[in-house]
T-cell receptor, first 116, second 113 residues
Framework: GAGVSQTPSNKVTEKGKYVELRCDPISGHTALYWYRQSLGQGPEFLIYFQGTGAADDSGLPNDRFFAVRPEGSVSTLKIQRTERGDSAVYLC??????????????FGPGTRLTVT | GESVGLHLPTLSVQEGDNSIINCAYSNSASDYFIWYKQESGKGPQFIIDIRSNMDKRQGQRVTVLLNKTVKHLSLQIAATQPGDSAVYFCAENISGSNYKLTFGKGTLLTVNP
């Protein structure tokens, strides 16, 4: 079946601009996650959605970052007033509902964001 | 500081040899440990996981060993193939947070034909 898809695959924007990154999770996965991966580093947790609600947004670096998942499926990560330090690969993952223990997270290919 | 880290940033092996990738962690409250493989331009791909109440788990050509005494995790790949060339990350899931993964920095594995 189809995996997690992310669009666009690459995004170049100018400092100060607004960007939206989209994630389509695996059908039937109620949990969705956003991570950010800087060059040479492992992914860093940003936010976790269970259904439509953000259950944990503790990883968002500041209030320029916001994410939504209005219908409990597709999610959009929004970054306002982009800065050069926001340049990274933004990864989306989805899983079945985490229960008492961890459920495997399936990652998309990521969106490479470059802020010039 | 980071809870999960790797001893070796790069590893180069000959095709057919066995590979061992190591990882140290510091959070004794971690419940699950997961190994991911990431090829260039792709997202991380799940390889194998191990729960903290186990010390060994085997998959297809891969074995994960967990030593809780010294907080050490390793991934062994048998008969390494060129297609195994990638960056390998260990990640941990802390007990009580059944969704949040904390990743280490990764080891680049290069398999020479």
């Amino acid at each position: 079946g189809a995996g997690v898809s992310q669009t666009p695959s690459n995004k170049v924007t100018e400092k100060g601009k607004y960007v939206e990154l989209r994630c389509d999770p695996i059908s039937g996965h109620t949990a969705l996650y956003w991570y950010r991966q800087s060059l040479g580093q492992g992914p860093e947790f940003l936010i976790y959605f269970q259904g439509t609600g953000a259950a944990d947004d503790s990883g968002l670096p500041n209030d320029r970052f916001f994410a939504v998942r209005p219908e409990g499926s597709v999610s959009t990560l929004k970054i306002q007033r982009t800065e050069r330090g926001d340049s990274a690969v933004y990864l989306c993952a989805s899983s079945l509902t985490p229960g008492l223990q961890w459920n495997e997270q399936y990652f998309g290919p990521g969106t490479r964001l470059t802020v010039t | 500081g980071e809870s999960v880290g790797l001893h070796l940033p790069t590893l180069s092996v000959q095709e057919g040899d066995n590979s061992i990738i190591n990882c140290a962690y510091s959070n004794s409250a971690s419940d699950y440990f997961i190994w991911y493989k990431q090829e260039s331009g792709k997202g991380p791909q799940f390889i194998i996981d191990i729960r903290s109440n186990m010390d060994k788990r085997q998959g297809q050509r891969v074995t994960v060993l967990l030593n809780k005494t010294v907080k050490h995790l390793s991934l062994q790949i048998a008969a390494t193939q060129p297609g195994d060339s990638a960056v390998y990350f260990c990640a941990e899931n802390i007990s009580g947070s059944n969704y949040k993964l904390t990743f280490g920095k990764g080891t680049l594995l290069t398999v020479n034909p």
